[in-house]
């Protein structure tokens, strides 16, 4: 099964009580086995990270005791036990309610057979990288609900922003709120929450699209050595198509609603910058803007051996260049 009807076991109370957790999204399949541990509530749990792996220690921990209550086994590893060894720990929760296994393993580097998904019977979860910025705030909000904090959504679309997409260390910053008890403001956000790198991919973005001199930003951010170029491109392909897409919106209804289009509000300050970037650029414009980021990304992934800070500065002036030639304005930017 996916994410979402996995959810729907959730809400409904039916989760089952051996379980795969699987897919290359470490943060999601460590995020489920984290829930999976909050809903079985067990009074014993034993993890067994990668090479600490041992059948027997296993199996014994799951076998009926003098001492009683639930136990809860945690395998995590990038790798699958053998067959014979899964069918036996099944086998335990199957004979006992108070069993359970959760068993998290990423697949990115291993084939996963269907004799040994079968094993889970239908009690097997695939995970995928999130699809777009939804996605990742809709499990930030359930990394909040686990550590107690209301899900303020503005808040988390700026943590995630801050810390250029990165969900590991955005949950981390939920992490730090709910141990400090602090409200998951946007307001305590700004004051407490500080990206890797002194520069942010969100702060690069606006000044290259608000035609400003970004130079001296960029150096930082790449002698910070906080950034990754595929990374960024990424980033900023993803921000340029919710910019076409509010751009798109307004063309066909010739109004905004960003709620429409993105899901959620953005706050106002952020709201009215995507705005003005919306109507500023044709639709011919976006086309290129597209184009040249594709360019841009075959370049770096063909050219093994080019200097890659150096490509990307100048393919972002060429960008911003672009830019101001699209406004008819005369480009002073050397």
Not at 104 to 127: G, M, P
Request: charged residues 25%; aromatic residues 14%; proline residues 2%.
């Amino acid at each position: 099964m996916y994410r979402k009807e996995f959810d729907g076991l959730i809400a409904s109370g039916r989760v089952p009580n051996f379980v795969l957790l699987r897919g290359g999204d470490d943060f999601s399949n460590e995020l489920y086995a984290q829930r999976l541990k909050q809903i079985y509530a067990a009074d014993n749990f034993l993890s067994l990270y990668f090479l600490e792996y041992d059948f027997e220690q296993a199996r014994s921990f799951l076998e009926p005791s003098l001492f009683g209550g639930s136990n809860t086994l945690h395998i995590k590893t990038a790798s699958l036990i053998k067959k014979e060894e899964l069918r036996r720990l099944i086998a335990l929760c199957k004979a006992d309610a108070n069993n359970h296994l959760i068993y998290e393993l990423n697949d990115s580097e291993i084939s996963v057979s269907a004799d040994f998904i079968k094993e889970f019977e239908r009690n097997e979860v695939r995970f995928f990288k999130p699809s777009g910025v939804n996605e990742a705030i809709a499990l930030l909000a359930q990394k909040c609900e686990m550590c107690g904090l209301f899900a303020n959504t503005a808040a988390l679309s700026r943590i995630y922003a801050i810390h250029n997409e990165s969900l590991s260390l955005s949950a981390s910053e939920i992490e730090k709120f709910a141990s400090l008890g602090l409200e998951l403001s946007l307001q305590n956000v700004n004051l407490m929450v500080y990206g890797l790198s002194e520069v942010s991919y969100d702060e690069l973005f606006d000044k290259i699209f608000s035609l400003c001199d970004f130079r001296v930003d960029f150096y930082k951010m790449a002698l910070g050595g906080g950034y990754n170029e595929m990374e960024l491109i990424n980033y900023f392909y993803r921000l340029i198509y919710r910019i076409f897409r509010l751009h798109a919106y307004v063309k066909i209804n010739g109004r905004f609603d960003f709620k429409a289009v993105l899901g959620y509000q953005p706050p106002p300050s952020v709201a009215a910058q995507m705005q003005r970037y919306a109507t500023s650029f044709s639709t011919r414009t976006f086309y290129q803007i597209f184009a040249h980021l594709n360019d841009l990304e075959f370049e770096l992934k063909s050219e093994k051996n080019a200097a890659k800070d150096e490509l990307l500065l100048a393919s972002f002036l060429r960008l911003q260049r672009m830019l101001l030639s699209s406004l008819g304005q005369k480009a002073n930017i050397k």
